[in-house]
């Protein structure tokens, strides 16, 4: 226990490119430290993560990270890490790092499932809606709808059957030549668009299941892009922020609609959204106005707390403890993890 009488918690999360570390408070949920170094940079002149860069950049990076996070909080009860899913290389490096530490210090340790930990984000604030709650988990890497009763509790809804919202962001920002990451450069350019301008296609949206398409997107942009140039025009100005804010619109509707209407046939009247995607500003905005046009609390974790981080990983890791459940330091990196399996990577903490 640290001098203070508090009982802390320190994770890591490095599943794909943010290599991350957080120190929370046990007992009250409090945020002492967090850090998250960002591998944007290094993946950039790639327009995507590329998997060695990622393991590389956390090795080096992973030391420092997490000795910052610990500055000055004193001693370590329980040690917690992402064990899956995501990129195995990158995934091993906290995993191995964190297990290091946790048989070193002779505490227990917990391994978190990344979708939880992106569903228990909004547990860091403590105004936050307790579970059950409908969960929209969206980013570069997973677009899926949860209903969530708690750690252990996640049953998939439906989830999208191409890309990911955030990949549809940032493949339209490389037809367009913003850059990546595309989603923020597109949530800027936005801003002076009209979400109506160009005509978008709404895949599976009138579907009676929970399940996303965004892959159309992509063609309809580079359809547009080519007629464009064909006509002569140059997609800049207004006629680039034009098609940006309609692309957008077409990602926020189609995500928002499958939510509420989650909310709505499961008689949830609360919605917590997760994930980078979840930092656009329009679909923050839209969520709220929807949500109270359905009588559905919308609950939009701060931006930070949606991109990758380390404190939801010890939101998720904190909950486990609670039931007094660790995991075993045998626990192995699982990209492919199943959110419905994450009691799998726990034991009873006497056991
Ligand atoms: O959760 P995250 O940090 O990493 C994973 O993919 O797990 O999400 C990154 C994704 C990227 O696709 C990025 O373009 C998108 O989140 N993103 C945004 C915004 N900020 C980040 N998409 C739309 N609008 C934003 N403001
Ligand atoms: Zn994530």
Redesign the pocket.
């Known amino acids: 226990m640290s001098p203070a009488g508090r009982r802390l918690l320190l994770a890591i999360e490095s599943?794909?490119?943010?290599t991350a570390a957080a120190v929370v408070d046990i007992d009250s949920g409090s945020v002492l430290s967090s850090v998250i170094h960002s591998q944007t940079q290094a993946h950039a002149p790639f327009g995507g993560v590329v998997p060695e860069i990622a393991s590389r950049e956390h090795l080096e990076k992973i030391d420092v990270v997490v000795g910052d996070a610990l500055a000055g909080v004193g001693t370590v009860d329980v040690v917690a890490a992402t064990y899956g899913p995501g990129l195995v290389g990158a995934l091993l490096v906290g995993l191995g790092y964190a297990k290091g530490l946790a048989q070193g210090w002779g505490c227990p340790f917990v391994g978190v499932h990344h979708i939880e930990g992106?569903l228990m984000a909004a547990a860091a604030d403590p105004a936050s809606p307790p579970p059950p709650f409908i969960g929209l988990v969206v980013?570069?890497?997973?677009t899926a709808l949860y209903r969530f009763d708690g750690v252990g509790c996640a049953k998939l809804l439906g989830q999208t059957r191409d890309d990911?919202a955030?990949?549809a962001?940032?493949k339209t920002a490389k037809l367009l030549g913003l850059g990546y990451?595309?989603?923020?450069v597109?949530?800027q350019l936005s801003q002076q668009g009209d979400c109506n301008a160009v005509a978008m296609p709404r895949s599976l949206r009138d579907r009676s299941n929970y399940d996303f398409s965004f892959s159309g997107l992509k063609t309809a942009v580079r359809v547009h892009v080519d007629a464009a140039l064909k006509r002569g025009e140059r997609l800049e100005g207004q006629r680039l922020a034009d098609l940006c804010a309609s692309v957008q619109e077409a990602i926020v509707d189609m995500l928002l609609h499958k939510a509420l209407l989650a909310c709505r046939r499961l008689q949830i009247h609360t919605l917590v959204l997760g994930?980078?995607?979840a930092?656009?500003?329009r679909?923050r905005r839209e969520a709220v106005r929807r949500g109270q046009e359905l009588d559905v609390a919308v609950y939009l974790p701060p931006k930070a707390l949606?991109?990758?981080n380390a404190v939801m990983i010890a939101m998720a890791a904190r909950a486990w403890v609670q039931q007094g459940r660790s995991s075993s330091l045998s626990l192995m990196a699982a990209p492919d993890a199943l959110v419905e399996a994450s009691s799998t990577a726990l034991v009873s903490l006497s056991g």
Not at 15 to 18: F, I, V
Not at 139 to 142: D, F
Not at 181 to 184: D, T, V
Request: aromatic fraction near 4%; hydrophobic fraction near 25%.
């Open positions: 599943s794909c490119d943010e992106h980013s570069g890497g997973h990911a955030g990949e962001f940032d990451p595309g989603g923020i597109i949530d994930g980078g995607v930092a656009n500003s679909l949606c991109t990758d």
